[in-house]
């Protein structure tokens, strides 16, 4: 499975962004998704993820303003962001879980906000 991550750049505080993530290869409606994110001088950490049966869990730094949703017939994951603040600066990396639970990394998009 290969995982080509999309959607991030330069933005204001305040902005929304919407990543993209779309998977080539396997049967994704079988798999589990998920997003993690890592600020500059910071260890990677866990955004959220959606099962493949659609239940949808937050870390709580970003539960109530990220949405994570997914799209199987385009084989596309998707992480909403509205209203960016500076502190959402981090590269953004998607992954999906397969069903005997291996993972696989997507390169990260990068996303920058300036205030």
């Known amino acids: 499975v290969q995982l080509q991550a999309s959607g991030g750049g330069l933005v204001q505080a305040g902005d929304s962004l919407r990543l993209s993530c779309t998977a080539s290869?396997?049967?994704?409606?079988?798999?589990?998704i998920g997003w993690f994110r890592q600020a500059p001088g910071k260890e990677r950490e866990w955004v959220g993820d959606v099962t493949s049966g659609g239940r949808a869990a937050y870390a709580d730094s970003v539960k109530g303003r990220f949405t994570i949703s997914r799209d199987n017939a385009k084989n596309t994951l998707y992480l909403q962001i509205p209203n960016l603040k500076p502190e959402d600066t981090a590269v953004y990396y998607c992954?999906?879980?397969?069903?005997?639970?291996?993972?696989?990394w997507g390169q990260g998009t990068k996303v920058t906000v300036s205030s």
């Open positions: 992954h999906v879980d397969l069903p005997g639970g291996r993972r696989y």
């Open positions: 290869g396997g049967a994704f409606n079988t798999y589990a």
